[in-house]
């Protein structure tokens, strides 16, 4: 099945830096997602990005499907960023199910 | 429009008893799928459902797990005979078409 990976596993930032997120994955999708997974548990969509760059505030995403890779950029970290971001692939072979990698745990410190 | 329901989102069981969870999706999302989360871990597939129909079942374990989603009411992810490796947070997500997925906030399962 399909592979997801994402690096770095942890980063530690002080408050106001700028962060870079990746995801690579193994073969062709249909879906791609960008979760945060918030200290209390919540998981909150960020981005729905097959392909392309979106912009959100401070976040933005790029997916470059041909070479089968994913940034998200945090740009002027606040402590409110910290939590675990996760990357989830929908594989082409399947419309259902979405693919998580093991997420990179973010500390924003004061 | 209200997201992803779930509950309740503490339940606590002990072990050989069954646990319940619900599933409300968002107001005309016809797709309901289960993950579980294991401590420390990312989430992990377990079903995938549409009204009245199972479509995708891959990830449930073989024995005492169950989903159903009916016409009427929310979908259920059933466990019987809880074991302390059940101890998860279980996420519900719901989509309109069957491509993006939007979460719940999960129900914390705790096996004593």
């Not at chain 1, 106001?16 to 919540?42: E, I, K, Y």
């Not at chain 2, 449930?60 to 101890?87: H, T």
Request: with cysteine; glycine share 10%; net charge positive.
């Amino acid at each position: 099945g399909i592979q997801v990976e994402q690096s770095p596993p942890d980063l530690i930032l002080q408050e106001g830096a700028n962060s870079t997120l990746r995801c690579n994955f193994s073969d062709s999708v249909n879906n791609l997602q960008w979760f945060h997974q918030n200290p209390w548990g919540q998981l909150i969509n960020l981005f729905y990005i097959p392909s392309g760059t979106k912009q959100n505030g401070r976040l933005s995403a790029t997916t470059v499907a041909t070479e089968r890779y994913s940034l998200l950029y945090i740009s002027s970290s606040q402590t409110t960023d910290s939590g675990v971001y996760f990357c989830a692939v929908g594989p082409y072979s399947s419309a259902s199910k979405i693919i998580f990698g093991s997420g990179t745990r973010l500390s924003i410190r004061p | 429009n209200a997201g992803v329901m779930q509950n309740p989102r503490h339940l606590v069981r002990r072990r050989g008893q069954e646990a319940r969870l619900r599933c409300s999706p968002m107001k005309g999302h016809s797709h309901v799928y289960w993950y579980r989360q294991l401590p420390e871990e990312g989430l992990k597939f377990m079903v995938y459902l549409q009204k009245e129909n199972i479509i995708d079942e891959s990830g449930m374990p073989k024995e005492r797990f169950s989903a159903e989603f009916p016409k009427e009411g929310p979908s259920i992810l059933r466990i019987q005979q809880v074991v302390r490796g059940d101890s998860a947070a279980y996420f519900c997500a719901s989509s309109p078409g069957g491509v993006e997925q939007f979460f719940g906030p999960g129900t914390r399962l705790t096996v004593l």
